[in-house]
């Protein structure tokens, strides 16, 4: 029984009203509206209010927001204190996937920049000199070497914009059938498409129709109304990479975002995985956007998330097991080291392949 496409299927309607939602924008705004700075702000602030899906999570008084930045805004303005000001209205909701876009600039979640700098759980040379090393190898998207005595396959993927091919996962396992385990590297994957994070999912073994996650879509103007959840299953693994049965320890920290934390959320529910180290920094929600009346476009998330069980995870998916890399190391990683640990109950420092 193939699961993926029902996947697809069910999703289907949350994806093409999303869509809509974006590509009709245009069309349905008043021809009359004004493209001043104030008919700007009070359209985005008001688009916001009735179709962001996180203000549960966020803590954010929208009216208190709209309150303090309005009085900021006057028609006669600049186009470049305007963008300041609708930057620092978006700002206040904390999301990496909020955003205005004009012609000049395209704003950022700061705060979600600084967790990824400050919070990092990885660092890139100690694992190529000391786990990837010399003598690495490269099969598509996967960076990939043995370790612990030749026992573990460290892979490191870096974005989910770098196709996850799973005849390129096959590859990688081939080589390497007499490993005892994996270890799947995706601290600092800002995320990308999230058909890779699908394609990837789809080389681990799992039980028939295994529910991963519950989506919803913003469904009517009020912060609590959405649509009935819908539930997500788990991908069939195909001839193009059969299923993976060893222990897998997938590595996360605040720099997994977006398709990485949908990957530590659902790798969460797989049998033979075990997330470690540190809470992702979230992003489980579809964006999309419109253009506003003076041109410029915009982007936040409209769907959100829940894990099985209930629980939003939209600040950040929480590991199996929390393991923080120590800081002053020079030569050795103690999340790998330690998920090695997990999967063998061996030092993972003993490097023999």
Request: aromatic fraction near 10%; glycine fraction near 6%.
């Amino acid at each position: 029984m193939n699961r993926k496409p029902n996947n697809l299927s069910r999703l289907l309607p949350l994806l093409v009203v999303s869509l809509l939602l974006a590509s009709c924008e245009k069309m349905l705004m008043p021809s009359d509206m004004e493209a001043t700075p104030t008919a700007t702000f009070d359209y985005l602030w008001e688009k916001v209010d009735q179709q962001y899906a996180f203000f549960d999570v966020k803590n954010v008084n929208w009216d208190m927001v709209r309150e303090t930045l309005r009085p900021r805004v006057y028609d006669d303005m600049s186009d470049d204190s305007l963008f300041r000001v609708l930057a620092a209205m978006l700002n206040t909701l904390d999301d990496g996937h909020v955003n205005i876009v004009s012609p000049f600039d395209m704003s950022h979640c700061e705060g979600v920049y600084w967790r990824m700098i400050y919070n990092t759980n990885y660092d890139a040379n100690i694992v190529k000199q000391h786990y990837l090393r010399t003598n690495y190898h490269t099969t598509g998207a996967f960076v990939w070497n043995r370790i612990a005595d030749g026992r573990v396959v460290y892979i490191r993927y870096g974005s989910f914009s770098d196709n996850a091919n799973p005849a390129d996962f096959k590859t990688v396992l081939d080589a390497n059938k007499d490993a005892e385990a994996i270890v799947l590297d995706i601290r600092q994957n800002g995320g990308g498409a999230i058909l890779y994070m699908w394609q990837l999912l789809s080389c681990f073994d799992h039980p028939a129709d295994m529910p991963l996650y519950t989506s919803q879509i913003k469904s009517g103007p009020a912060h609590h109304e959405f649509s009935d959840p819908v539930t997500v299953t788990a991908p069939d693994t195909t001839a193009a990479c059969p299923p993976c049965r060893l222990p897998v320890a997938v590595l996360t920290d605040r720099g997994t975002y977006s398709a990485g934390s949908f990957f530590a959320l659902c790798a969460k529910e797989y049998p033979n995985i075990t997330v470690v180290g540190d809470t992702t920094g979230g992003g489980l929600g579809l964006p999309n956007g419109g253009q506003l009346p003076n041109g410029w476009y915009y982007r936040f998330s409209l769907t959100r998330t829940l894990s099985l069980d209930g629980f939003n995870y939209e600040n950040g998916v929480p590991p199996d097991v929390v393991v923080r890399l120590i800081p002053g190391q020079t030569s050795s990683d103690n999340v790998i080291d330690q998920a090695c640990n997990l999967l063998l109950n061996i030092n993972c420092r003993v490097i023999g392949h």
